[in-house]
């Protein structure tokens, strides 16, 4: 007997059904079917034909695929009961609840005591699915592996692409031709790091930015995720995504999956981006001022390090308010005796000798110059010189001749009292003082991964923000260490980089569009010299890419000179303008057809206005430049454009272009057929093009 589920949305529709009772399996996942549809018939005419050399009849690909069933790839779990013993789950269907855009789906394997619920929830106003699996036993059991609820992947795809990076180069996109076998990745690190961000999305053939079919998946875990993309030797292939292997230490009756969040996207990689961008930022984050519009930021780091001076910091205040600023960020180094990185975490005591009388003069300046106050915290670390260590030895995760890691350890955050100490500490502050907004950091690996530390610290960043709804968090993980969906349920803001560099942040920012929307991508206007990677760049550079996303500044306000110091003020200014439509903007991918251009078209949810950011990061391989093509646009619709820093053309652009003297007006159609032909720039520059629809 075949049973079969549907759930719909403008974007998609996902079918289910299940065999002789056995474990549910999605047949379809695509662009939306006719009501009409005969899900009985979809079924039957998705079954594999058999051959020499197989099995008589093909396992499923269930929600959970069975090892036990034969079933000729990964398990969808691995399971051990107290005594080590391998579960070998066979499930049956018990029910299935369908409510709305939403199926719960609970199987049973009597054998083995063991409970499989499976939820999935289509959400139609964003494009996004969410899945989460679970599992229950009525005695201790051990967890290996459990899988989200597993997914098919398309095999007209050729390759799929997730993402890896490193500090100072987060969200460099890995390309992977699809090929009998397995591609894994697994962050084994304790958290989700800059080198495992848990993303992937598979192209089908000819799929590009703005055209195509592509799906995509997130996994929205801090603690470091595992991911299996599997072709089968029938052809058919299976993704998988869960908690790294082997981190829940002890046994248990109950074992939970994070949310999986998927998207299938009949409009290239925006659709899927676009789906994501939405439902992280209207479903996920927990804004704690929806009303008030992001605020431009100021983070001392880059300007003074450890070096904390009250008079400096009051002049630096006052001229980043004079900027443009409206929060005011301090960052490392105004607690315990921290004079460098090698002392003090643990210590979250304000250091006397730099702030005789507390915190309370620096912000009362701070809030004279207009802006609220924001202060730094590494809550979850603990330097071996200070005096937490010296009275709690036991509270460091790992043995105590651990490699360390920027001369740190990592608090053990399964003890309560750790947790308990770490409230009391931060909660000390933020009653002493009005702050309204933690940075979050986080600068080391764990010593061995360990599902108990994420668990310890989502339970004080939820007890925390229950007790100081209005505070605003960011997380920072030496930059972008920990950026998932399940840090950002509890945060509002991703520090993407430590590297303030325009021309590395041009590309870091394209590619986390693919998942982030700008209101949680903090991006600053970095030093002229920039510190981690050696660059110069100009002030027009560096303040455009920091006003793509959610704008601040971290440079030394001392170094501007009259030049930079205006350009910074107006491009903030301009941010300021329009950052109430950008909020809620769309992040395109343009495809450019230079490759020396990473070009992104921000498109206001109405569609009525928008503005194109086109970086040039090298010299092109032709000598003019290539007609750049929009997107999304009314092709019936007449925009007017008009280049926003025309006044930037340099000497060597000699042609008389429209847009370097005066606004044109264009169809949606022409824009996005031809494209706009840009002036000739140089590297390390950008264009503005704003347009709307007249
Ligand atoms: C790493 C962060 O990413 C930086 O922005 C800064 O906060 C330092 N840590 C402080 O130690």
């Given at each position: 007997m075949i049973q079969t589920w549907r759930l719909d949305g403008p974007q998609q529709t996902l079918v289910l059904s299940s065999n002789d009772a056995r474990c549910p399996q999605v047949i379809y996942w695509g662009p939306p079917l006719p009501p009409s549809e005969?899900?009985?018939?979809?079924?039957?005419?998705?079954?594999?034909?058999?051959?020499?050399?197989?099995?008589?009849?093909?396992p499923d690909l269930s929600l959970s695929p069975e090892a036990a069933g034969s079933f000729l790839g990964q398990p969808g779990m691995s399971l051990r009961d107290a005594q080590g013993t391998p579960l070998l789950p066979e499930f049956s269907l018990c029910d299935v609840?369908?409510?709305?855009?939403?199926?719960?789906?609970?199987?049973?394997?009597?054998t083995n005591h063991l409970t499989y619920i499976a939820q999935i929830a289509l959400h139609p106003e964003t494009g996004v699915i969410t899945l989460t699996a679970k599992v229950k036993s009525d005695r201790l059991i051990h967890m290996h592996w459990l899988a989200a609820p597993v997914l098919p992947a398309p095999q007209t795809a050729d390759e799929m692409i997730d993402f890896s990076g490193r500090w100072c180069g987060e969200f460099q996109p890995n390309h992977t031709p699809w090929s009998a076998g397995i591609r894994m990745r697994e962050s084994r690190v304790g958290r989700?790091?800059?080198a495992h961000f848990p993303g992937l999305i598979i192209p089908c053939r000819g799929a590009t930015n703005t055209s195509g079919n592509a799906y995509a998946f997130h996994y929205g875990w801090s603690g470091g995720h595992r991911m299996v993309a599997e072709e089968l030797p029938d052809g058919r292939r299976q993704i998988q995504f869960g908690n790294a292997t082997e981190t829940e230490h002890a046994p248990a009756n109950v074992f939970v999956t994070a949310p999986l969040?998927?998207?299938?996207?009949?409009?290239?990689?925006?659709?899927c981006a676009v789906a994501f961008q939405r439902h992280l930022r209207d479903n996920v984050v927990?804004?704690?001022?929806?009303?008030?519009?992001?605020?431009?930021?100021?983070n001392c780091w880059e300007a003074i390090y450890f070096d904390h001076d009250i008079p400096e910091l009051k002049d630096i205040a006052t001229r980043a308010a004079a900027l443009g600023?409206?929060?005011?960020?301090?960052d490392d180094g105004w607690f315990g005796k921290r004079d460098d990185d090698t002392t003090s975490l643990g210590d979250w005591q304000?250091?006397?000798?730099?702030y005789p009388d507390g915190l309370g003069p620096l912000i009362d300046h701070v809030h004279a110059q207009g802006m609220t106050f924001g202060i730094w915290f590494e809550p979850e670390m603990i330097n071996l010189d200070s005096d937490l260590y010296r009275a709690r030895p036991g509270w460091v995760l790992g043995p105590v001749d651990q490699i360390p890691g920027r001369q740190q350890m990592v608090l053990n955050m399964a003890l309560p009292e750790v947790c308990a100490y770490l409230y009391d500490c931060i909660s000390t502050v933020l009653r002493a003082h009005p702050v309204d907004y933690i940075k979050w950091d986080h600068n080391r690996v764990l010593p061995m991964p360990d599902a108990a530390q994420t668990h310890g610290t989502y339970a004080l960043l939820d007890r925390l923000r229950a007790d100081f709804p209005q505070v605003e968090i960011e997380s920072c993980a030496s930059g972008g260490g920990r950026i998932d969906f399940g840090i950002l349920t509890r945060t509002q803001r991703v520090w993407l980089s430590d590297s303030n560099d325009a021309l590395e942040r041009l590309s870091m920012q394209h590619n986390a569009a693919l998942f982030l929307p700008a209101a949680v991508t903090g991006s600053h206007v970095g030093p002229r010299h920039c510190h981690t990677s050696g660059r110069t760049l100009d002030i027009e550079f560096r303040a455009w890419v920091a006003a793509q996303r959610h704008m601040g500044f971290e440079m030394d306000p001392r170094e501007l000179d009259d030049h930079e110091a205006t350009v910074l003020r107006d491009v903030t200014d301009w941010w300021k303008t329009n950052r109430d439509w950008m909020y809620s903007a769309d992040i395109l991918r343009l495809d450019a057809s230079d490759p020396a251009v990473i070009a992104e078209e921000q498109l206001a949810a109405d569609g009525s206005r928008f503005v194109v950011f086109a970086g040039k990061t090298r010299n092109s391989s032709q000598i003019a430049p290539r007609p750049l093509r929009l997107t999304r646009l009314d092709p019936q619709a007449r925009y007017e454009i008009w280049l926003r820093n025309r006044g930037s053309a340099k000497g060597l652009s000699r042609g008389a272009l429209a847009l370097k003297e005066r606004s044109i007006t264009m169809s949606g159609q022409a824009l996005m057929h031809h494209g706009v032909t840009l002036p000739w720039s140089f590297p390390d520059s950008i264009w503005v093009l704003e347009g709307h629809r007249i």
């Amino acid at each position: 007997m075949i049973q079969t589920w549907r759930l719909d949305g403008p974007q998609q529709t996902l079918v289910l059904s299940s065999n002789d009772a056995r474990c549910p399996q999605v047949i379809y996942w695509g662009p939306p079917l006719p009501p009409s549809e005969d899900l009985n018939e979809l079924a039957a005419v998705g079954t594999l034909d058999v051959t020499g050399g197989m099995l008589d009849q093909n396992p499923d690909l269930s929600l959970s695929p069975e090892a036990a069933g034969s079933f000729l790839g990964q398990p969808g779990m691995s399971l051990r009961d107290a005594q080590g013993t391998p579960l070998l789950p066979e499930f049956s269907l018990c029910d299935v609840d369908q409510k709305d855009h939403a199926l719960i789906v609970t199987c049973e394997d009597k054998t083995n005591h063991l409970t499989y619920i499976a939820q999935i929830a289509l959400h139609p106003e964003t494009g996004v699915i969410t899945l989460t699996a679970k599992v229950k036993s009525d005695r201790l059991i051990h967890m290996h592996w459990l899988a989200a609820p597993v997914l098919p992947a398309p095999q007209t795809a050729d390759e799929m692409i997730d993402f890896s990076g490193r500090w100072c180069g987060e969200f460099q996109p890995n390309h992977t031709p699809w090929s009998a076998g397995i591609r894994m990745r697994e962050s084994r690190v304790g958290r989700t790091d800059h080198a495992h961000f848990p993303g992937l999305i598979i192209p089908c053939r000819g799929a590009t930015n703005t055209s195509g079919n592509a799906y995509a998946f997130h996994y929205g875990w801090s603690g470091g995720h595992r991911m299996v993309a599997e072709e089968l030797p029938d052809g058919r292939r299976q993704i998988q995504f869960g908690n790294a292997t082997e981190t829940e230490h002890a046994p248990a009756n109950v074992f939970v999956t994070a949310p999986l969040y998927v998207t299938y996207s009949a409009t290239g990689l925006n659709g899927c981006a676009v789906a994501f961008q939405r439902h992280l930022r209207d479903n996920v984050v927990p804004w704690a001022k929806p009303d008030t519009p992001r605020p431009v930021h100021y983070n001392c780091w880059e300007a003074i390090y450890f070096d904390h001076d009250i008079p400096e910091l009051k002049d630096i205040a006052t001229r980043a308010a004079a900027l443009g600023a409206e929060r005011f960020v301090l960052d490392d180094g105004w607690f315990g005796k921290r004079d460098d990185d090698t002392t003090s975490l643990g210590d979250w005591q304000v250091d006397l000798r730099k702030y005789p009388d507390g915190l309370g003069p620096l912000i009362d300046h701070v809030h004279a110059q207009g802006m609220t106050f924001g202060i730094w915290f590494e809550p979850e670390m603990i330097n071996l010189d200070s005096d937490l260590y010296r009275a709690r030895p036991g509270w460091v995760l790992g043995p105590v001749d651990q490699i360390p890691g920027r001369q740190q350890m990592v608090l053990n955050m399964a003890l309560p009292e750790v947790c308990a100490y770490l409230y009391d500490c931060i909660s000390t502050v933020l009653r002493a003082h009005p702050v309204d907004y933690i940075k979050w950091d986080h600068n080391r690996v764990l010593p061995m991964p360990d599902a108990a530390q994420t668990h310890g610290t989502y339970a004080l960043l939820d007890r925390l923000r229950a007790d100081f709804p209005q505070v605003e968090i960011e997380s920072c993980a030496s930059g972008g260490g920990r950026i998932d969906f399940g840090i950002l349920t509890r945060t509002q803001r991703v520090w993407l980089s430590d590297s303030n560099d325009a021309l590395e942040r041009l590309s870091m920012q394209h590619n986390a569009a693919l998942f982030l929307p700008a209101a949680v991508t903090g991006s600053h206007v970095g030093p002229r010299h920039c510190h981690t990677s050696g660059r110069t760049l100009d002030i027009e550079f560096r303040a455009w890419v920091a006003a793509q996303r959610h704008m601040g500044f971290e440079m030394d306000p001392r170094e501007l000179d009259d030049h930079e110091a205006t350009v910074l003020r107006d491009v903030t200014d301009w941010w300021k303008t329009n950052r109430d439509w950008m909020y809620s903007a769309d992040i395109l991918r343009l495809d450019a057809s230079d490759p020396a251009v990473i070009a992104e078209e921000q498109l206001a949810a109405d569609g009525s206005r928008f503005v194109v950011f086109a970086g040039k990061t090298r010299n092109s391989s032709q000598i003019a430049p290539r007609p750049l093509r929009l997107t999304r646009l009314d092709p019936q619709a007449r925009y007017e454009i008009w280049l926003r820093n025309r006044g930037s053309a340099k000497g060597l652009s000699r042609g008389a272009l429209a847009l370097k003297e005066r606004s044109i007006t264009m169809s949606g159609q022409a824009l996005m057929h031809h494209g706009v032909t840009l002036p000739w720039s140089f590297p390390d520059s950008i264009w503005v093009l704003e347009g709307h629809r007249i």
